[in-house]
């Protein structure tokens, strides 16, 4: 039997007009699941003037949360382009690394959002070579193994949930899901 008692949360919630009310959500699916929420940003150091030393002691306590946690949820919704938020895709490596399970989930607004060779197409563009290879306006091939995210975000999680939303920042289903899969997974 695998024990999970703590969870860090990653994804782009910080960012959004509402955190702490969509944080708040976040915990209390947590805490009914009987799991603790370990979330970004515990100690407000976003309401904080913005500056390196800030800068610092938020990546210094994210580290110490994924230090504590013992798995991890990461939002990898599509944000602010046609990938997840960087951060959120450095936590689930730095996650990996520590040897915790990470399970996953991206929302989408449409099923053909869910490859990410057809997001990125919408954002860069895409020319078929004479390979039959897909290539972005700088000749760059297009990673395209049929993944709703690169092969390597993909390939750590232990599950990865695709939701299909009107509201791909703020809908929890994926939440949801990844917490009942940890529940079967340490059970």
């Not at 939002?75 to 520590?98: H, I, K, M, N, Q």
């Not at 070579?129 to 750590?156: K, N, S, V």
């Amino acid at each position: 039997m695998r024990s999970i008692r703590s969870l860090y949360l990653a994804g782009p919630q910080p960012w959004l007009p509402d955190p702490a009310r969509h944080m708040g959500l976040q915990r209390a699916l947590c805490d009914a699941a009987g799991l603790i929420a370990l979330l970004p940003d515990e100690g407000g150091l976003l309401a904080q003037e913005p500056s390196e030393i800030v800068a610092r002691q938020i990546y210094a306590a994210r580290m110490a949360a994924m230090r504590q946690a013992d798995a991890g949820v990461i939002d990898l919704t599509p944000w602010r382009g046609p990938s997840a938020d960087p951060g959120a895709a450095f936590e689930a490596g730095v996650l990996s690394g520590l040897v915790k399970p990470v399970f996953a989930y991206m929302n989408i607004t449409v099923d053909d959002d869910a490859d990410l060779a057809t997001r990125l197409s919408g954002y860069v563009g895409v020319e078929i070579g004479e390979d039959g290879e897909a290539y972005d306006q700088d000749g760059c091939r297009i990673e395209d193994f049929g993944l709703p995210e690169t092969l390597m975000l993909w390939a750590e999680a232990r599950r990865l949930f695709i939701v299909v939303t009107d509201d791909p920042l703020r809908d929890l289903t994926g939440l949801q899901l990844c917490l009942e899969a940890i529940r079967q997974y340490a059970g």
